[in-house]
């Protein structure tokens, strides 16, 4: 945790975000879960172990972060989903006709992104 209040107070206001962009994004597709909760648990490790070892442990909530905590990995199966979900989202884009500058922008930003997922490695199997 940080020594300084300025600083845990900071963290905790980024984790509070994170965390509630997070669960937003567990009912909004084009809003991603996963980086948010890592954030959450990064700005709560900072800030309030109580919440952080909460999140961490939590059955649903916890394995992702504790995989990228341990080992700058993404599951298989989240993989999938959001690059996925992003291709989903680029086609709704195309089939609304969108101006093709928006959509190089929209393309450009999802293909780093699932490019960038796509990379990480994959945690081991336990």
């Known amino acids: 945790m940080s020594d300084s209040r300025f600083w845990r107070l900071f963290w905790a206001a980024v984790a509070w975000t994170s965390l509630g962009l997070g669960f ?5 597709p084009i809003l991603p879960t996963t980086p948010f909760l ?9 800030s309030n172990e109580k919440i952080h070892t909460w999140l961490i442990e ?3 909530l916890g394995p992702p972060i504790a995989d990228w905590e341990k080992y700058h990995a993404i599951s298989t199966r989240a993989k999938i989903t959001a690059v ?8 709704i884009s195309v089939l609304i006709g969108l101006d093709w500058k928006l959509l190089a922008i929209q393309g450009t930003c999802l293909g780093g992104a699932a490019l960038f997922i796509v990379t990480r490695r994959t945690p081991p199997k336990v």
Not at 24 to 28: A, P, T
Not at 84 to 90: G, Y
């Open 24 to 28: 937003i994004g567990v009912f909004l």
């Open 38 to 46: 890592i954030l959450a648990a990064f700005g709560f490790a900072r």
């Open 58 to 60: 939590h059955p649903q």
């Open 84 to 91: 996925t979900t992003m291709a989903v989202v680029f086609s």
